[in-house]
């Protein structure tokens, strides 16, 4: 079976920092495209970030760029995203996604493109 587990939210004070996780079980990360999603309460689940299978190519939505970054451990079977500077509209349930098998040499933060889901992580940006 196919699954994306995704951790590593929390609550942190603004300015903070936290790396959030997926590790995929049941399949081989690198061939899949991987994004992350989150969505605040009341709000369209919006697309954060996503890396190419083969790692080459990333893509990030205009409010989180130069403070997130998106990476990923082949050997691991796990893509990261470090999320610095952490503000509060940054609070949401965030999620990833796969898409694959693919290769590709960009990613789009398309939420129908994707196949499968982790089952999120919150992260709160408070003081």
């Known amino acids: 079976q196919l699954q994306l587990v995704d951790s590593g939210g929390g609550l942190v004070q603004p300015g903070g920092s936290l790396r959030l996780s997926c590790v995929a079980s049941?399949?081989?990360?690198?061939?899949?495209?991987i994004a992350w999603f989150r969505q605040a309460p009341g709000k369209e689940r919006e697309g954060v970030s996503c890396?190419?299978?083969?790692?080459?190519?990333?893509n990030y939505v205009d409010s989180v760029t130069g403070r997130f970054t998106i990476s990923r451990d082949t050997a691991k079977n796990t893509v990261y995203l470090q999320m610095n500077s952490l503000k509060p509209e940054d609070t949401a349930i965030y999620y990833c996604?796969?898409?694959?098998?693919?290769?590709?040499?960009?990613?789009?933060?398309?939420?129908?493109?994707?196949?499968?889901w982790g089952q999120g992580t919150q992260v709160t940006v408070s003081s």
């Open positions: 996604a796969a898409i694959g098998p693919v290769v590709h040499s960009t990613c789009v933060l398309s939420r129908a493109s994707y196949n499968y």
């Open positions: 890396i190419t299978s083969s790692g080459g190519s990333t």
């Open positions: 049941g399949f081989t990360l690198r061939w899949y495209g």
